[in-house]
């Protein structure tokens, strides 16, 4: 019973804490606020016409929602979704009110998007089996040799929302596929900015790779996402455990593990 009661506590206690959550929140609900005020002094058309779109807007927010809890792998991808689908109904609803509204919303979203960031999953990097590693300590154990044939590292920074999308990928992967022939590790190039460089890792602007997941086997490079020549697309694949899985074969160096090869 305590557990269950602890969870709708624990999500309560992150919106609180962390201002993206908060002032979003606080935002979407000064719609309703602004919305009561405002039905009064509007005509009966604009009221009508005002409903009719909150009913439309309110099922089509509902459609996209439901597609993406289906689709979409993790919480934090889902979460960054669903507030953008809400910012783009509650500003095309203000636009039926006041066009003064609405720029007023711009500036409002604008300023949460500028000072505060949605937070990336981290209790499973606690918990998991990858190891927070520096460059220098990454260097040493690829140069200097480890008891795992493979490494599998994720370069990631903070700052960078796909990161923050697939925060959980790489520890629930590690958790899975960790062994005494692999093991997972992270850099963050946010501390280690010139890291990047000597990676061969783009962090800038529209060009940026992050994150990137480069497999080493004794020390050498044998795979890379994205590959060294890659170039940013809008509508890229989506980075998900299954798709990590696929493409280092993870599951086939289980099975070579398990085996004994």
Request: aromatic content about 14%; proline content about 5%; glycine content about 4%.
């Amino acid at each position: 019973m305590d557990k269950k009661q602890s969870k709708p506590m624990e999500l309560l206690n992150t919106m609180v804490s962390e201002p993206y959550y908060l002032l979003h929140f606080l935002a979407f609900f000064s719609y309703f606020v602004l919305r009561t005020s405002v039905v009064q002094v509007l005509n009966t058309h604009i009221t009508d016409r005002l409903l009719h779109r909150e009913i439309q807007a309110a099922l089509a927010f509902g459609l996209l929602t439901a597609i993406k809890i289906v689709r979409e792998e993790t919480w934090e991808g889902y979460i960054a979704d669903t507030i953008f689908f809400a910012k783009i109904f509650v500003i095309g609803l203000t636009l039926i009110v006041d066009y003064h509204l609405t720029l007023w919303y711009i500036v409002v979203f604008t300023v949460i998007y500028i000072f505060t960031q949605q937070p990336a999953f981290q209790k499973l990097v606690l918990s998991g089996t990858s190891s927070k590693l520096t460059p220098l300590q990454l260097e040493s154990l690829l140069t200097e040799g480890s008891t795992s044939r493979l490494w599998l590292v994720e370069f990631r920074a903070a700052y960078s929302p796909a990161c923050i999308r697939s925060s959980r990928c790489f520890p629930e992967l590690s958790i899975t596929y960790s062994n005494k022939n692999l093991s997972f590790g992270i850099v963050d190039l946010g501390l280690f900015p010139n890291a990047a460089g000597y990676f061969g890792i783009s962090v800038s602007g529209s060009m940026s790779q992050l994150p990137t997941y480069v497999l080493f086997s004794h020390g050498a490079e044998v795979a890379r996402y994205p590959e060294l020549d890659f170039q940013a697309k809008p509508f890229g694949p989506p980075i998900t455990k299954r798709f990590l899985s696929r493409y280092f074969k993870l599951d086939r160096h289980l099975l070579e593990y398990i085996n004994g090869k």
